[in-house]
């Protein structure tokens, strides 16, 4: 599963709409690595762009080029993009990215990061700034000009 979130700047500053971080506000920006980031991160999507591949071999799960169709952003908005690895099965026939989400959160509610003898199948949300993910790795690289 693939898609987008809205970030406040190019640090990957997410607002925090939850106080996730227990401060009392939420209005602040959380920072990739800060308590609460990452499920402010996936509750900030870009509702109306997903990308779904493989769904544990089924491709007929596959988004196809028709059904991606066009994609609207809002103006003036940044988009960060992340990726749920072993996701694909997570949102039903006819679902939306939301209940894909929701049912993530569900089974991996930490993000927990995957290790040697599961990674083919648990699921783990990458952000595109390295100290949002489990390990604080990068996994989705800028290439520069909106390409990662």
Do not use: C, W
């Not at 026939?93 to 929701?102: A, E, F, H, K, V």
């Not at 599961?118 to 790795?137: C, K, L, Q, R």
Request: aromatic share 10%; proline share 3%; no cysteine.
């Amino acid at each position: 599963m693939i898609s987008f979130y809205k970030v406040e700047n190019g640090r990957g500053g997410v607002r925090d709409q939850f106080d996730l971080n227990g401060d009392g506000s939420t209005t602040d920006i959380l920072l990739p690595g800060d308590a609460g980031y990452f499920h402010t991160a996936l509750n900030s999507i870009a509702d109306n762009f997903i990308l779904q591949l493989g769904a544990n071999g089924d491709t007929s799960k596959n988004t196809t080029a028709s059904e991606f169709g066009d994609v609207l952003v809002s103006k003036n908005q940044v988009y960060a993009p992340f990726i749920i690895a072993n996701g694909g099965r997570f949102i039903p026939t006819g679902g939306t990215l939301q209940d894909g989400i929701n049912a993530f959160l569900a089974e991996n509610p930490n993000n927990e990061g995957a290790t040697a003898e599961n990674f083919m199948t648990h699921a783990v949300a990458y952000f595109s700034f390295g100290n949002a993910n489990p390990d604080n790795t990068e996994h989705l690289k800028n290439l520069g000009n909106n390409s990662y």
